[in-house]
């Protein structure tokens, strides 16, 4: 297996073979179970009805009869079942029947990509995408979200202040030609 925080131009590769990767020593495929729990700082689950947090705000999580979860019970529930598990080093992790189905790479790890000054140089390290979808609010382009299907990756190429700002692989919706 080779570890993609290794060598984040890996990320860069349109064609990249998922099966022969991992990101932070977790392959996709492997039980949700075997994520160190201590890199863990939040979920998402369908057992959560209601959710507090934010910057500096400690996340609550209550169930639909208003019982307070704790993020153990949140933890326990993703990786049993489906939903999302989120990592203090911004991997997140998407997980379906316990199984680790894809990643979610944004901050920190993405400065790899900070030589990029414009969207046409991330094109060329990139290449050009299967699909582009232009994120507009208020009539402002926000960012280009590009998919490459050989290597089910969705980039986010932030307009605002040209950088990449997202990456995430696997079974996500857009990630595929059927999706």
């Known amino acids: 297996m080779i570890e993609i925080l290794e060598d984040l131009d890996l990320l860069s590769r349109p064609n990249l073979d998922l ?63 489906d939903g999302f598990l989120y990592g203090a080093d911004k991997i997140n992790y998407k997980v379906c029947a316990g199984a680790v189905v894809g990643f979610a790479i944004s901050g920190p790890h993405l400065s790899h990509f900070a030589h990029l000054a414009s969207y046409e140089e991330f094109l060329t390290v990139f290449g050009q995408p299967d699909r582009i979808h232009e994120n507009e609010a208020y009539g402002d382009l926000m960012s280009y979200e590009t998919y490459y299907w050989g290597a089910r990756k969705h980039v986010t190429w932030d307009a605002w202040e040209d950088r990449v700002s997202f990456i995430n692989l696997g079974d996500f919706e857009g990630n595929s030609p059927s999706q």
């Open 19 to 81: 099966a022969g990767v991992e990101v932070n020593g977790i392959a996709l495929g492997a039980r949700a179970a075997t994520i160190p729990r201590q890199r863990i700082v939040g979920g998402l689950s369908s057992v959560i009805a209601r959710y507090r947090g934010g910057t500096n705000i400690e996340s609550e999580y209550y169930d639909a009869d208003g019982r307070s979860l704790t993020l153990d019970e949140v933890i326990e529930d993703v990786v049993r079942s």
